[in-house]
């Protein structure tokens, strides 16, 4: 069984896996993950390897509630072994009833949260995540709401998701200011295709202690070595949803890094996870999974490879820092 290790998230004391299992394919029709006895699976195997971090979010799965429900359903007695993450307030995603308002606003919040609550079968959510920025709300309300959750012992710590370096400052510097609890972590896309947080974000974080989360840190798969020019395994969500990304890759340069691990001899998915703990602030890969053996290959990677100073320049050579190769993921 697979030795985990485990990080502090931000400057708070939550110790969360180094790599944590993104919850994003429970319920996705088409998955061995849509349905229970699938997620069932997934779940107890993250839990098995000592995945402790579980990050989900109210708009995954097929329809609203969909994932968080299969995971409440997944977690009965064994609750108490996990660090509960969801998010709330996607401005991209229609509310589940119209007259909510605004997604960052306290009304929303509320009403989300009891929700989350519910679906997930428990009385608190350890980490819960603004999950975009809301430009109809001002910040400050989304706090003060935010710390009205902790108060009530509804929400243990808040993060958030796909802000910009300067929002991240901003809200670290409005909750100091108004009395509210801090951001302790921050969820942004983030692989060797999509370096763009190098230019302020992951700075940012590591200046003020906010722990830093990537989202599709393996490329939706293209970083598992299942991949080439080619093309992949056909039941992959990549083959089946995305073939654009494969048609778009930089191949030379992940070819290139293909001879690097095999001079290395470890397999990319090593390569790819033990660059990414590198980085700083960071604090846990967010990798998914729709089989019970993609999360022991995930947990096998935390400790599979250490990259030196050197192995880092030759990556960064091949995939530099702020550069972004291709169009948006999600």
């Known amino acids: 069984m697979t030795t985990m290790t485990y990080r502090t998230l931000g400057r708070s004391g939550l110790r969360v896996s180094a790599v944590g299992l993104g919850c994003n394919n429970f319920g996705r029709p088409g998955s061995a993950t849509e349905t229970q006895d699938g997620t069932d699976r ?23 509630g969909r994932s968080e429900a299969m995971m409440g359903h997944a977690l009965r007695g064994r609750r108490d072994e996990v660090v509960l ?11 589940p009833i119209p007259h909510w308002g605004a997604k960052g606003s306290r009304r929303y919040i509320r009403l989300a949260v009891e929700g989350s609550l519910r679906r997930l079968q428990t009385d608190t959510i350890d980490l819960y995540q603004f999950h975009t920025p809301d430009p109809l709300t001002p910040l400050e309300e989304t ?46 896309e983030y692989s060797l295709l999509r370096r763009g947080a190098d ?6 974080a590591a200046e003020l202690g906010v722990g830093f989360l990537p989202y599709y840190p393996l490329y939706n798969g293209l970083f598992t070595g299942k991949f080439s020019r080619e093309g992949g395994p056909a039941d992959t ?9 494969v048609e ?61 100073e050197e192995d880092l320049a030759e990556i960064d050579a091949l995939f530099p820092p702020g550069v972004d190769y291709s169009a948006p993921s999600s």
């Open 199 to 204: 230019r302020e974000l992951l700075p940012a």
């Open 237 to 245: 969500r990549i083959m089946r949803q995305r073939p654009h990304l």
């Open 85 to 95: 993450a969801s998010k709330f307030g996607h401005v991209d995603y229609e509310s």
């Open 42 to 64: 997934v779940l107890h195997a993250a839990l098995d390897h000592g995945i402790t971090l579980l990050d989900g979010a109210d708009i995954y799965g097929h329809e609203y």
């Open 248 to 308: 778009t890759a930089p191949w030379d340069r992940i070819e290139a890094l293909e001879a690097f691990c095999a001079a290395r001899g470890i397999g990319m998915l090593e390569a790819t996870i033990g660059w990414l703990l590198s980085r700083p602030a960071l604090a846990s890969v967010i990798a998914g999974a729709t089989t019970a053996e993609q999360v022991a290959q995930n947990a096998a990677a935390v400790n599979a490879w250490t990259p030196t």
């Open 143 to 188: 706090l003060a709401a935010l710390h009205e959750l902790i108060d009530a012992g509804k929400v243990r710590y808040i993060g958030h998701s796909n802000f910009a370096g300067w929002q991240l400052a901003r809200a670290d510097l409005l909750a100091e200011l108004h009395g509210h609890p801090c951001f302790i972590s921050a969820q942004n």
